[in-house]
């Protein structure tokens, strides 16, 4: 690889910021630009949906660093938006008419949220959660409402319930499937959930559409649906999902599919074009196909891994997913990918707000699933990076622990 002496970073979020500061922790001293469409400094986006909607922190709290770390570290930060990639030329073009060149190009666009396609979603108090505005519009508003309508029941919108039921708000959640956060965790990890959400007051609807959402002059007053029901609503969250900021590469004729498509070391169908973080489409050794995954963890490792590439230090992506997420009294912890499991071992009592459940794919242990049981979750992120070759019949054994089992297998693995 020819030395390197300008990296443009298009996106100011975890993945981005991770890929700028490990360049310099690395001692790379070319130029970082990092183009990005929200004002500010690049700020955590997980706390937004709960410590920051709660008023537990401030958005100073939330920043990866303060101002002066980019003048310090000679990061520069450009409020904007990347319109055109000239990959011939190797520049971007910027809204404001800025054209900036670039050795190595680094797309860590992120996604956005999926927007319901009803009648009424334009009404005043219709929002999604994902970025710092949007919480900042949802925070005084949780306080002036007696009920929420949460369209979806995923990791935000039941972040959000539980935030909303814990300030007094009634919650009542629409859900199109069968079970909360059924893309992502197991049956028996939904029900323990389902069933704290109820005993926080939450309301959820399970197997129900939406026809629509009211509004009296321009304001939410509740939805409709499909069976005929009006349920009263000051606020009306959606949550139903994530699009992959992808179009920008596919103008510029990288592959895309899922996202954008990239291979082992995270490089695009273009050598000087690297894709990371929500908006990557990639191949997972814990995965039997390409995944795109939104976590915080693979967006800083993938940061990382990029960074060290383009240091001169290549190798292939091999991180293990892992995933969490704060609803009132309960953490999920999630280590590997559930996905396409065919059997499932219960370890521990789901009515103490204390599970773990083992996701086994053909016998083998793929995924963990922990609810307040930290050690646990650190135990199977170990397990799952060494492939341990832990079976159904070992965790049905009697007195099984998860923590246990890790220590005694560590060197013999």
């Known amino acids: 690889m020819s030395a390197l002496n300008s990296v443009v970073i298009v996106g100011g979020g975890q993945a981005g910021f991770q890929t700028a500061a490990s360049l310099r922790q690395g001692g790379f001293a070319g130029r970082i630009i990092i183009v990005g469409d929200e004002p500010g400094v690049p700020y955590q986006r997980p706390p937004l949906s709960k410590a920051y909607l709660l008023g537990k922190i401030g958005a100073h709290a939330i920043r990866f660093r303060q101002p002066e770390y980019f003048e310090e570290h000679r990061i520069e930060r450009l409020h904007d938006s990347v319109t055109r990639i000239d990959r011939a030329a190797r520049h971007v073009e910027l809204a404001s008419g800025t054209v900036i060149p670039y050795d190595h190009l680094v797309l860590a666009t992120g996604a956005r949220n999926r927007v319901p396609e009803l009648p009424g979603?334009?009404?005043?108090?219709?929002?999604?959660?994902?970025?710092?505005?949007?919480?900042?519009?949802?925070?005084?508003?949780?306080?002036?409402?007696?009920?929420?309508?949460?369209?979806?029941?995923?990791?935000?919108?039941?972040?959000?319930?539980?935030?909303?039921?814990?300030?007094?708000?009634?919650?009542?959640?629409?859900?199109?499937?069968?079970?909360?956060?059924?893309?992502?965790?197991?049956?028996?990890?939904?029900?323990?959930?389902?069933?704290?959400?109820?005993?926080?007051?939450?309301?959820?609807?399970?197997?129900?559409?939406?026809?629509?959402?009211?509004?009296?002059?321009?304001?939410?007053?509740?939805?409709?649906?499909?069976?005929?029901?009006?349920?009263?609503?000051?606020?009306?969250?959606?949550?139903?999902?994530?699009?992959?900021?992808?179009?920008?590469?596919?103008?510029?004729?990288?592959?895309?599919?899922?996202?954008?498509?990239?291979?082992?070391?995270?490089?695009?169908?273009?050598?000087?074009?690297s894709a990371i973080g929500d908006a990557a489409n990639f191949t997972s050794c814990y995965a039997d196909k390409p995944v795109r995954l939104e976590s915080v963890q693979n967006a800083v490792d993938q940061g990382k891994a990029v960074a060290a590439r383009l240091m001169g230090k290549p190798s292939p992506y091999t991180a293990l997913p892992w995933f969490w997420t704060d609803q009132g009294a309960l953490r999920l912890q999630i280590a590997g990918l559930a996905d396409g499991h065919d059997e499932t071992v219960q370890v521990g009592a789901a009515d103490g707000h204390q599970l773990a459940v083992l996701c086994f794919r053909q016998g083998r242990l793929i995924a963990v699933e922990t609810a307040n049981r930290t050690a646990d979750h650190m135990a199977a992120r170990k397990l799952l990076a060494r492939n341990t070759p832990l079976t159904p019949a070992q965790a049905r054994e009697p007195g099984f622990e998860l923590k246990a089992y890790e220590a005694a297998t560590k060197d013999n693995t």
Not at 140 to 145: A, N, T
Not at 167 to 177: F, N, Q, R
Not at 191 to 214: C, E, M, N, P, Y
Not at 259 to 264: A, P, R, S, T, Y
């Open 121 to 273: 979603i334009e009404l005043d108090g219709v929002i999604g959660l994902r970025t710092l505005a949007d919480a900042d519009t949802l925070s005084p508003r949780i306080s002036s409402i007696r009920s929420a309508v949460v369209i979806g029941a995923g990791f935000i919108g039941l972040e959000f319930a539980a935030v909303a039921a814990a300030k007094g708000v009634a919650v009542h959640v629409i859900e199109l499937g069968e079970r909360p956060m059924a893309r992502a965790i197991s049956k028996p990890m939904s029900d323990l959930f389902t069933a704290g959400h109820a005993s926080w007051g939450v309301q959820i609807d399970f197997r129900q559409k939406l026809r629509r959402i009211l509004g009296i002059e321009g304001k939410v007053s509740g939805v409709e649906l499909e069976d005929g029901r009006v349920i009263a609503a000051g606020l009306v969250v959606y949550g139903i999902g994530v699009l992959p900021n992808a179009e920008l590469a596919a103008a510029a004729g990288l592959t895309v599919n899922n996202g954008i498509c990239v291979d082992e070391l995270l490089l695009t169908s273009d050598p000087d074009i």
